[in-house]
């Protein structure tokens, strides 16, 4: 039985092939309606964690993009609300696993 393999990823810029390190980074940044997905909240109680400090954002290309690392931390850590709870449980699952 044959197998596939994942096709090469390369820098637009210069061709280098990059890395999984590097393709997995890009991976682990959020949009902001991914991160409403990804935390299971909507677009305001998204705004609001970020007004008041709770949730760490970047600005890149003009566009707020969240890192997952930074939305386990608050599903992990943060005063529980109604759906950040459930997916507190769901984390720690997946990291006791």
């Not at 935390?39 to 290309?61: A, Q, V, W």
């Not at 449980?89 to 696993?97: R, V, Y």
Request: aromatic share 8%; charged share 25%.
């Amino acid at each position: 039985m044959a197998t596939q393999s994942q096709p090469q990823s390369y820098c637009p810029a210069c061709g280098q092939p990059l890395n999984g390190q590097v393709t997995v980074s890009v991976a682990s940044w959020l949009s902001f309606n991914s991160a409403c997905r990804y935390l299971g909240i909507g677009r305001t109680k998204l705004r609001r964690l970020i007004s008041e400090g709770r949730l760490k954002y970047y600005r890149l290309d003009g566009q707020l993009r969240f890192h997952r690392r930074d939305c386990d931390a608050l599903i992990l850590f943060d005063k529980p609300h109604s759906n950040l709870k459930r997916l507190q449980k769901q984390k720690i699952n997946e990291l006791a696993s």
